[in-house]
C-alpha cells in the first residue's frame, strides 16, 4: 500500500473541494451550468461530524463534474475504494421531457438504471423548458413531473425536484441546495464510516509485526483530508492529533531507525510547510524519517488551526512542538550536522512567529488570550535568540555579547553541540586563523565602569576551549583508524541518499577531510596539538557555513555588525512581545540588553532611557544584586549625556546598596563622584533621595520632654551609609506632631557643617518652643555645596539594616513630647499667721518647683503700699523640706538611705538687687523658703476696745500684698505671677472693763491683753498714761513683781489698774489728752517659720535692743454721767421669749429729767433724733433706724419708740441699741446701764427663713 | 542537580536566594528567579488556566525551557518559593515532597522572634536545614 503514496500526494494535491457529479440526461448541463455554479460554495450547509453531531459550515465550497468528463471516468474500481474521498458526494440527474409517453417508454428506464447504483446518493432535477405563457407545454411538463415523482420519490425521502428555466419557483435553489447537502452529508457519513472501520482494523493490527504505519496514514490521512474538504476543520483536526500520537508511539517504542534531517536544506525547520518534501522522499520501509514527517505533521496541523482561525493556539502547539523536537534533535545531534539543533530551532522560531502573527488579528480574542499569545512570540523570539547567541559564541563573537544575567542565565546553562566530532579546521583557513587571532588579541575584555572588579559572568557552560578539545580528544586511536576505515565509502555517499546506514557525522568529517587529505600534514598536526581557540572559531564558522542554508542566517553571523543587527532584532521582537504580555520583567530585562548595544552604538538617551526602566524593576521589588548588576551602566549614561542630577541620583542609590555588593574601594568611587559632582559648578542645585543610605532616629529611651514654651536640644542618631566621611554644609530635621499633620511640622537646622562619619553620629540640634504635643522625627535634609540630600527613613534603633526598603511602614516613635501648659512652680507664703505689725519681719516665700528647674531663675520683688524692703537688708535663703515628705522618707526608715534622700540643709544669703533676686543653683530642683525682711508700716494706733465700744475689726486692715514675678526656664522664657497677701498686727488686742468701783472712788480698770500672733509674748513693763480727768491712784505704775510676765499664743492676760477721777481738774478747761495710753514694754520670741518673731536688726539704725519693743494702745474712759437731761430705758420683752425668725417690738422709753433752755428747746424743735444700732448679723430691723420723734422740752415730757425687728441668730445676742445723737453720752442716764444680752430662741422646727448669706464673708 | 533554591516574599522581594553552583555566577540564577516570577504573577492573576490546581501551592513546572526547569510554590500569604534544577528529567512528585520540606523550614525560621517579618532569611540554621533538604532532593526515588 506503501506504493499509493506517491499516488495519493498527487491526489491530496490536486482535489481540494467535493465533487458533486452531474448526470446530464437531456443535455441540459450547457443551459443551466452557470445558474447552478453561481450557488457555490454552499452557504450553512448543515453536515454532520465525526461523532455524528450536527454541524453548520458556513462555507462548504464543491464543484460540479459532468459524468461524462475524464477526471470521473478513469479510474479502477479499486483506487476508487482507496482514495473514496475524491469520489463524488451526490450525484444530481438532470431530465427534461414534454411528453409522458415519452417519459415512461425512455427515460424512466434509463434513470432506473442510473439510480439503481445504490452507492450513490442521488436526486432528480426536472428541468421544465416551458415557457409560461404556452399553457399547454406547462402543464404537459407538471403531469410528467408528478409521474416522476411518483416513480422515484418516496415517502421517506423525496428525489426529485423541479426547475423552471424561465421562471424558477422561488424556493428551488434552496431545496436543491438541501437536496444536495443532504446528499453529501450521507455520502460522507457513509465514508466516514468505511474509514473508521478500516483504521481500527489496522490499529488492532498495530503490535503485530505486519503493522505498517504507512498504510494507516494513508487511511488517516485520507479521512483528515475528507475532513478537511467538507470544511469540518475541527474533526481533521483530531485526526491528524491521533495519527500523530500513534507515530510518536511507533518511534518512542519501534525499532531504532533513520531519523533523517541530514539532507540539504534540513537545517531550515519546515514546520509550517507541509509541502516542503514529498512524503516518498522520507518513507522508510514501513514508516516515516522522524526529522521530515514531525515536522509536516506539524505543518498539517498548523494550517487547519489557522483555518479555524487560532493562531494562538498554533502558536502554543508550536512553541511545545519545537521544544520537544529540539530534544529529539539533541537525542540524535551526533549524527546531525554540526550545530543543526540550534540553526532549526532560530529557524523554526522564525517561521512560527510569522506564520503566526500574519494570522493573528488584533482585538478578535479576549484579553488574556491575547497576552498569552504575545508571551508565546516572545517567548519563540527569546529561544531564537539564545540560539543565536550560542552560534555566533562559537564563531567568536563571544566578547560582544553583553555578560548580562539574562544572558549568562540562559547561555551557560546550555550545553554545547554534542557533535560526534568537533569541527577540524579546513586547511586554508590559516589566513582567517591568523586574522581571528588579532581579533581574539586586540579585543579588551570591556571594564565596568567606575573601575568596578567583577568577574564575568559565564555566557559557556565549560570553557569551549577545552570543551572542543576534548571532544576531539575522544577519539582514541582505534576510532581514528575508523575514521579512515569509513572514510571511502563515505566519500562515495557523500551526496544526498536516503541510504539509512550512513551515518550522520561520518558526512560531516567527509566535508572536512576531503580536503584535509590534500595536504596531510595540516591535518596530523591538527590532530596532535590541541586547538587554539582563534581556530576552533575558524573550525565552527566552517562548519555552520556548511550547516545553515538559510542565506540570511549565514549572512547574519558572517560579520560583527551583521551579528549585532539581528541579535537586536531578536532581542527587540522578543521585548516588545514580552511587554504586551504577562510578562513584563523578561521584556524590561532584555530592554536592558537592547540598552546595552544602544550604550555600544553611542545612542546613550535611548541607553538611559531602558537602563531606567530596568533599574526601577530591580528597585522596587528589592532585588539589589541585580540592581547592582545595572546601575552602573545606567549612571555611565547619565554621566555621558551630562544629566548630572540623574547621575547623581544613581551614585547615591549605588552607595544605598548593600555595602556585600561593593568594594569599599568602589563604593569610595561613588562617594567621590557625589561630591565632586555636588561641589561643581552645577546651575541648579538637585534634590536626591538617600533614604536608604542616610538614615536617622532619636536616641534610645524615652522621648525628650518639654514643658510648653520651653526650647531645648535635640540629640538625633544619623546612620550614614556613606564609606568615607562626608562633609553636609548644612543639615535641617523636620518634626511632624503627631496631633496634627497639616501644620504641626517645623524644621530644625543645624547652623554649622556636620561631618557624618560612617556608621552612626549623634548630632544635635537646637529645638525651638513647640506647641504643646507629641512629635516624631519627619525627615531630614542635609546639603553638600549644590546637592540637596533628603532622608525620610529613619530607623529604629542603631544602624538601618541596608535592606530596609520597607522601613516607612514602622510605627514612628515620638522623639519630643512638649505637654500642655501646666503649674511648673508655686510660689506662697511660708505661713500663714500674722506678723508684727511697723516691725522689720521676716516674710518667707515658699517656692515649690513642680518637676522643672529653677536654674538661674530670677524673682521680681515689689512691695504693695504700707511696706518697705530695706535695700541693704540681706535676704536668706534656705532649702525647704517638705513635712509630708520628710514623715514619707522616716517612714521609709532606712539609716544608711536617709543621708541621701535628706540632703543637707543649704543656706544662702542673697542680695536685692533693683527689686530682684536670683536664684542659687541649688535651689533650682528642691523646694526653698527665701526670706525677706518686710516692714509694714501703719500710722494708726492700736484702739482698746470696751465692753461698750465693741472691736470693730477688719480682715483687711492688716493686710499687706507682695507681688512677685519669677522668671525661669532655660531662657528665662517661663514666667510665673502670684500676689502674696501678708498680714501683720499689733502684738496684743486689748479689751478693757472697769471691774470695780470702789467707795472711795477708785476706780478698779481692768486691762484684758489678747496675744494676736503665734509668738510667746514677754511683757517686761506696763503703763497707762491716763487722759485728762483721771488719775492713777496709786501713782500709776503697777508692782514689778509681777514682770517679766509671760503671754503664750493666743491666750490672754489681765492687768488691774486702779485709778480714780481727776476732781480737780474736773472742770478741766481743755482736753489735753483725750484718750489714756496703754504702754507696754514687751519681748518675743517666736519662729519666724511659724509667724511673729523678733525683728530683723536693722543693722543701720543698730540701737535698737530686743526688748525695747513697745506696744501703745488708746483707751478711752468715760466719765460717769452726771447731768442726766433724758433718761433712756429698754423696755421688758415680752415673757415668752424670742424665737429665730419671729418679729417683735422693741421698745425704749425715753424720758425728760429736766427742762431745756430755750436756746436749747429752739434748736430741737421740741424733736429728738434717734438713731437704732444693730449687729446686722443678728437682727433685722424693719422700720426705720434714724427718725426724728417729738418730746416736749418740758421735765416729764416721755415717749415710747418702738421698733419692729426680728432676730436672725439664736443664743445670747446683744438687742438693737436705741442711741441719741444729737444728746451728749454724759447727759443720757441709761437703763441697763451697760450692754447686756438677750436669749433669742433657735427656730421652731419646720418653719423656714432666711439668713443673709455675706455673714461669713 | 538542584542550581539554586529561593523564598520570594509576597511584595515579591527576594527573601532568602541560596545557588549550588560552585562557579561564581549567583546573578545569573537571580535573573532565573526573578523573571520566574512572571509566571507566578500569570497563574496567580489567571486563575481560569491555574484551574484545578487553583487551591493547591505547588505551581508545578513554570518554564518548559530546554536547558533547565523552574519549578514554583506558592504559599497562603503569597511567599513563593522558586527551585531551579538542570534535571530534565524531575518527578513531579520528587518536587512536591522538596517543597513541602522547603516549606516547613521556612515556617521553623520566620517563627523565630528575631526574625524580622518580609526580611532576609539570614538564620544559619535556616541554610544548612535547606542544604540537606537539596542535597536529599531525588534520593527518595532513587535508593
Known amino acids: ?1257 | 542537580m538542584i542550581v539554586c533554591v529561593a523564598v520570594v516574599g509576597n511584595q515579591n522581594n527576594p527573601l532568602y536566594i541560596q545557588s549550588f553552583t560552585e562557579a561564581d555566577d549567583a546573578l545569573k540564577l537571580h535573573h532565573i528567579v526573578h523573571c520566574s516570577l512572571d509566571v507566578v504573577d500569570e497563574r496567580v492573576n489567571n486563575p481560569k488556566k491555574s484551574g484545578p490546581m487553583l487551591n493547591e501551592a505547588f505551581l508545578g513546572l513554570l518554564y518548559p525551557t530546554d536547558n533547565y526547569r523552574v519549578y514554583g510554590y506558592l504559599t497562603n500569604t503569597k511567599v513563593k518559593f522558586i527551585l531551579v534544577t538542570t534535571d530534565l528529567d524531575v518527578r513531579d512528585a520528587d518536587v512536591r515532597n522538596f517543597f513541602r520540606k522547603f516549606h516547613a523550614a521556612y515556617v521553623d525560621a520566620v517563627s523565630n522572634p528575631f526574625h524580622v517579618p518580609d526580611k532576609k532569611i539570614t538564620s544559619r540554621s535556616f541554610a544548612e536545614r535547606v542544604s540537606t533538604i537539596v542535597k536529599s532532593f531525588g534520593l527518595s526515588s532513587t535508593g
Open chain 1, 1 to 1257: 500500500m506503501a506504493n499509493f503514496l506517491a499516488q495519493f500526494q498527487t491526489i491530496k494535491n490536486t482535489s481540494d473541494r467535493l465533487v458533486i457529479a452531474v448526470e446530464d440526461v437531456s443535455d441540459l448541463w450547457p443551459t443551466i451550468k452557470t445558474a447552478f455554479e453561481e450557488r457555490l460554495p454552499f452557504k450553512r450547509a448543515l453536515l454532520n461530524n465525526k461523532t455524528g453531531n450536527p454541524v453548520f459550515v458556513e462555507t462548504l465550497p464543491a464543484e460540479f463534474i459532468l459524468t461524462t468528463e475524464a477526471r470521473l471516468r478513469s479510474r479502477f474500481p479499486q483506487e476508487q475504494l482507496l482514495f473514496w474521498f475524491r469520489e463524488p458526494y451526490a450525484t444530481v440527474v438532470l431530465v427534461t421531457c414534454e411528453d409522458l409517453d415519452e417519459f415512461k417508454t425512455i427515460l424512466k428506464p434509463r434513470l432506473k438504471l442510473i439510480v439503481q447504483n445504490d452507492d450513490r446518493e442521488w436526486f432528480i432535477v426536472f428541468v421544465s423548458k416551458a415557457h409560461p405563457s404556452n399553457d399547454q407545454t406547462s402543464k404537459m411538463a407538471k403531469k410528467v413531473y408528478a409521474k416522476l415523482e411518483a416513480d422515484f420519490s418516496s415517502k421517506k425521502r423525496e428525489r426529485c425536484c423541479k426547475y423552471d428555466m424561465y421562471c424558477p419557483e422561488a424556493n428551488f435553489w434552496e431545496d436543491l441546495e438541501s437536496k444536495i447537502t443532504e446528499c453529501i452529508r450521507n455520502t460522507l457519513d457513509r465514508r466516514v464510516q468505511f474509514y473508521d472501520d478500516e483504521i481500527r482494523k489496522l490499529s488492532e493490527q498495530r503490535l503485530m509485526p505486519v503493522w505498517n504505519f504507512c498504510n494507516f496514514f494513508i487511511l488517516k490521512e485520507s479521512l483528515a483530508f475528507m475532513f478537511e474538504m467538507a470544511h469540518l476543520h475541527e474533526d481533521a483536526l483530531r485526526e491528524y492529533d491521533e495519527l500523530e500520537l500513534c507515530y510518536l508511539e511507533t518511534v518512542n517504542t519501534g525499532k531504532k531507525r533513520d531519523f533523517g534531517g541530514v539532507d540539504q536544506g534540513d537545517d531550515q525547520a519546515a514546520l509550517m510547510n507541509p509541502g516542503n518534501k514529498a512524503l516518498t522522499q522520507i518513507v522508510l520501509d514501513d514508516s516515516f524519517r522522524e526529522f521530515e514527517f514531525r515536522q509536516y505533521l506539524f505543518a498539517c496541523q498548523a494550517q487547519l488551526l489557522f483555518k479555524l482561525n487560532r493562531p494562538v493556539e498554533a502558536a502554543s502547539r508550536g512553541y511545545l512542538f519545537i521544544i520537544s523536537f529540539s530534544k529529539s534533535l539533541a537525542w540524535h545531534e551526533s549524527v546531525l550536522p554540526f550545530s543543526m539543533r540550534e540553526v532549526w530551532v532560530i529557524t523554526a522560531c522564525l517561521a512560527l512567529n510569522d506564520a503566526t502573527t500574519s494570522h493573528y488579528e488584533d482585538g478578535l480574542v479576549a484579553p488574556d488570550v491575547e497576552k498569552e499569545f504575545y508571551r508565546l512570540t516572545g517567548d519563540l523570539y527569546s529561544l531564537a535568540r539564545v540560539k543565536f547567541m550560542r552560534l555566533a559564541y562559537l564563531v567568536g563573537y563571544g566578547s560582544d555579547i553583553e555578560r548580562s544575567p539574562v544572558n549568562s542565565a540562559s547561555l551557560s546553562l546550555l550545553p554545547w553541540p554534542k557533535a560526534a566530532v568537533w569541527p577540524l579546521l579546513p586547511p586554508d583557513a590559516s589566513s582567517d586563523v591568523l586574522e581571528k587571532e588579532k581579533l581574539i588579541l586586540q579585543t579588551t575584555p570591556r571594564a565596568k565602569h567606575f573601575g568596578i572588579q567583577r568577574k564575568p559572568l559565564p555566557l559557556e557552560p565549560t570553557v569551549l576551549l577545552r570543551e572542543a578539545n576534548r571532544r576531539r580528544a575522544s577519539l582514541s586511536a582505534g576510532n581514528m583508524f575508523e575514521m579512515f576505515d569509513g572514510r571511502p565509502g563515505t566519500i562515495d555517499g557523500s551526496g544526498l541518499d536516503a541510504s539509512t546506514r550512513m551515518s550522520s557525522p561520518q558526512k560531516v568529517r567527509a566535508g572536512s577531510m576531503s580536503r584535509t587529505n590534500s595536504s596531510p600534514g595540516n591535518f596530523d598536526s591538527s590532530v596532535d596539538r590541541p586547538m587554539r581557540l582563534a581556530e576552533i572559531y575558524i573550525a565552527s564558522e566552517h562548519a555552520l557555513k556548511q550547516t545553515i542554508s538559510n542565506t540570511e542566517l549565514l549572512k547574519s553571523l558572517s560579520s560583527l555588525e551583521e551579528f549585532e543587527q539581528k541579535y537586536l532584532e531578536l532581542t527587540k521582537g522578543a521585548a516588545n512581545n514580552y511587554h504586551r504580555s504577562w510578562w513584563s520583567r523578561h521584556g524590561v530585562v532584555l530592554d536592558g540588553e537592547i540598552a546595552a548595544v544602544s550604550f555600544k552604538r553611542g545612542n546613550f538617551d535611548q541607553a538611559a532611557k531602558s537602563y531606567e526602566k530596568v533599574c526601577a524593576l530591580y528597585a522596587g521589588e528589592g532585588w539589589q544584586d541585580l540592581l547592582a548588576e545595572v546601575l552602573p551602566n545606567l549612571a555611565e549614561c547619565q554621566k555621558i549625556l551630562n544629566d548630572e542630577a540623574g547621575y547623581l541620583s544613581s551614585c547615591v542609590r549605588l552607595l544605598s546598596l548593600d555595602g556585600r555588593l561593593f568594594a569599599t574601594k568602589e563604593r569610595e568611587a561613588f562617594q567621590s563622584e557625589v561630591v565632586r559632582l555636588a561641589h561643581s559648578e552645577m546651575k541648579d542645585p538637585v534634590h536626591v533621595d538617600v533614604s536608604s543610605l542616610i538614615t536617622f532616629s532619636g536616641n534610645p529611651g524615652p522621648p525628650l520632654e518639654l514643658c510648653d514654651g520651653d526650647p531645648g536640644t535635640l540629640s538625633v542618631t544619623v546612620w550614614s551609609g556613606f564609606p568615607n566621611d562626608i562633609t553636609l554644609d548644612s543639615i535641617s530635621l523636620t518634626l511632624m506632631a503627631t496631633f496634627n499633620a497639616d501644620e504641626g511640622i517645623k524644621a530644625l537646622k543645624s547652623s554649622s557643617a556636620i561631618v557624618l562619619h560612617p556608621g552612626p553620629n549623634t548630632i544635635t540640634l537646637d529645638l525651638p518652643p513647640q506647641k504643646p504635643g507629641s512629635y516624631v522625627l519627619g525627615n531630614l535634609t542635609g546639603q553638600v555645596g549644590q546637592l540637596r540630600l533628603r532622608s525620610h527613613s529613619f530607623s529604629k534603633v542603631g544602624p538601618a539594616d541596608s535592606d530596609d526598603f520597607m522601613s516607612y511602614e514602622k510605627p514612628a516613635k515620638p522623639i519630643l513630647k512638649v505637654s500642655k501648659p501646666r503649674a511648673l512652680v508655686d510660689l506662697d507664703a511660708a505661713f500663714s499667721s500674722a506678723l508684727l505689725i511697723n516691725e522689720n519681719q521676716w516674710v518667707g516665700i515658699l517656692i515649690r518647683p513642680l518637676n522643672y528647674s529653677l536654674k538661674a531663675s530670677v524673682l521680681h520683688i515689689d512691695t504693695g503700699p504700707g511696706l518697705e524692703i530695706q535695700d541693704s537688708h540681706v535676704i536668706e535663703m534656705e532649702s525647704y523640706a517638705d513635712p509630708s515628705q520628710n514623715e514619707d522618707k522616716h517612714v521609709q526608715g532606712d539609716g544608711a538611705q536617709k543621708g541621701s534622700l535628706n540632703p543637707e540643709k543649704k543656706f544662702e544669703y542673697l542680695n536685692l538687687v533693683d527689686g530682684k533676686i536670683e536664684f542659687p543653683d541649688w535651689a533650682s530642683d528642691i523646694s526653698s523658703i527665701l526670706w525677706v525682711p518686710i516692714r509694714a508700716i501703719s500710722d494708726e494706733l492700736s484702739r482698746a476696745s470696751s465692753s461698750v465700744a465693741t472691736r470693730r475689726q477688719s480682715i483687711v486692715d492688716g493686710m499687706r500684698t507682695i507681688a512677685l514675678k519669677l522668671e525661669f526656664g532655660i531662657s528665662h522664657n517661663q514666667i510665673f505671677e502670684r500676689t502674696l497677701a501678708v498680714h501683720f498686727t499689733d502684738p496684743f488686742y486689748v479689751t478693757t472693763r472697769v471691774t470695780d468701783k470702789c467707795h472711795d472712788g477708785a476706780l478698779l480698770l481692768q486691762v484684758a491683753l489678747h496675744s494676736e500672733v503665734k509668738a510667746t509674748l514677754t511683757i517686761y513693763d506696763a503703763w497707762l498714761d491716763l487722759q485728762d480727768g483721771f488719775v492713777h491712784t496709786n501713782g500709776g505704775t503697777p508692782s514689778l513683781s509681777f514682770f517679766p510676765l509671760v503671754i503664750s499664743p493666743s491666750s490672754k492676760v489681765g492687768i488691774l489698774f486702779s485709778i480714780c477721777l481727776d476732781k480737780e481738774n474736773a472742770e478741766g478747761a481743755a482736753q489735753e489728752k483725750p484718750e489714756s495710753i496703754l504702754n507696754i514694754k514687751y519681748g518675743i520670741s517666736g519662729d519666724r517659720a511659724v509667724g511673729a518673731h523678733q525683728p530683723v536688726l536693722d543693722e543701720s539704725s543698730g540701737a535698737h535692743s530686743f526688748q525695747d519693743l513697745i506696744f501703745r494702745s488708746a483707751i478711752t474712759l468715760q466719765r460717769p454721767v452726771l447731768d442726766p437731761c433724758l433718761a433712756l430705758g429698754f423696755l421688758p420683752l415680752p415673757s415668752n421669749g424670742l424665737r429665730v425668725g419671729q418679729l417683735i417690738t422693741m421698745k425704749w422709753r425715753v424720758e425728760r429729767l429736766k427742762d431745756l433752755d430755750e436756746i436749747e428747746a429752739s434748736k430741737h424743735n421740741g424733736e429728738v433724733l434717734y438713731e437704732v444700732n444693730a449687729n446686722s448679723e443678728s437682727w433685722m430691723i424693719a422700720g426705720r433706724k434714724i427718725g426724728h420723734v417729738s418730746l416736749s422740752p418740758e421735765q416729764g415730757s416721755r415717749i415710747t419708740i418702738s421698733v419692729l425687728c426680728m432676730p436672725l441668730v439664736a443664743g445670747y445676742v446683744r438687742p438693737p441699741q436705741l442711741g441719741l445723737p444729737d444728746v451728749d453720752q454724759t447727759n443720757i442716764s441709761c437703763k441697763p446701764a451697760g450692754p447686756h444680752l438677750v436669749c433669742v430662741l433657735p427656730p421652731a422646727l419646720s418653719s423656714s427663713f432666711c439668713i443673709p448669706v455675706n455673714s461669713s464673708a
